[in-house]
């Protein structure tokens, strides 16, 4: 795992890596930083970068928001058709992206969204595995909280707000860095529903500059690395909540 992002990195401070033709001269020639100064000079990288921030924030805020509300109403309410709506949610767990592709392409353009801000985030703001994982957290939180919050006249949303979210963040955690990771690396959906530099994301502006610069993998692994380091740091911050919100409920004291 950790080999690739090596290999990036030497490339990326490495001018015309290609040029070596083997590992040892490759390692021990010269290093530079002109490839990152470049990439992030060049082709509206700066763009790319804030359009991947943008859209991954505001999908991971409406995960979190949509995912917790919907995972609520299947943990703790009863409704008619509840246990049909959540086989559905399952079933649609196993849908591969790509067969939406065609449909959802023709929804955005119905829509007048393609080439903005909606078709990258609206489409997005909520989940079924974000759904799921919810539901399957919430349900470990006993009843009998909220039962006592009601008898002191805690209404819906202070119980959602001031109960459930709080005893939920080491999920909430979890879902926040699958939700920005997807959200960040996404290439396929950016890719058809944006056709201007001003609206593309980090991965797609990092496909055209393939194209551009040829066989440059100096300046391509240089901007490559920089798309990776925010990623990296949000994991080297939250790795202790990520590990605790997976194995929850795994142990009995």
Not at 60 to 81: D, P
Not at 165 to 184: G, H
Not at 223 to 250: D, E, H
């Amino acid at each position: 795992m950790v080999f690739p992002v090596f290999w990036m990195l030497l490339l990326s401070l490495k001018e015309y890596p290609e040029k070596y033709q083997t590992f040892h001269e490759l390692l021990f020639s010269d290093f530079t930083l002109m490839n990152y100064f470049d990439a992030l000079q060049s082709d509206s990288f700066d763009k790319y970068f804030l359009n991947s921030l943008f859209v991954a924030t505001f999908v991971t805020a409406g995960n979190l928001l949509f995912c917790t509300l919907v995972a609520y109403a299947f943990a703790r309410k009863e409704f008619i058709g509840k246990a049909i709506l959540f086989a559905t949610l399952l079933g649609v767990m196993i849908i591969p992206p790509h067969v939406i592709m065609i449909p959802l392409y023709r929804m955005m353009v119905g829509y007048g969204w393609i080439n903005s801000y909606y078709s990258l985030i609206v489409p997005w703001l909520v989940t079924p595995f974000g759904i799921f994982l919810m539901r399957q957290y919430i349900l470990t939180i006993p009843r009998e909280i909220e039962d006592a919050a009601r008898i002191d006249g805690a209404g819906f949303w202070y119980i959602i707000f001031r109960i459930i979210v709080p005893l939920s963040k080491p999920m909430l955690t979890v879902l926040a860095i699958y939700t920005f990771l997807s959200n960040w690396n996404s290439f396929l959906f950016p890719y058809l529903f944006t056709n201007t530099e001003k609206f593309r994301t980090l991965p797609v502006g990092l496909a055209f500059y393939l194209g551009k610069q040829s066989i440059d993998w100096g300046h391509l692994m240089a901007g490559a690395a920089i798309s990776a380091f925010p990623i990296i740091v949000i994991f080297i911050i939250f790795q202790r909540q990520i590990i605790k919100g997976l194995t929850s409920g795994a142990l009995k004291e």
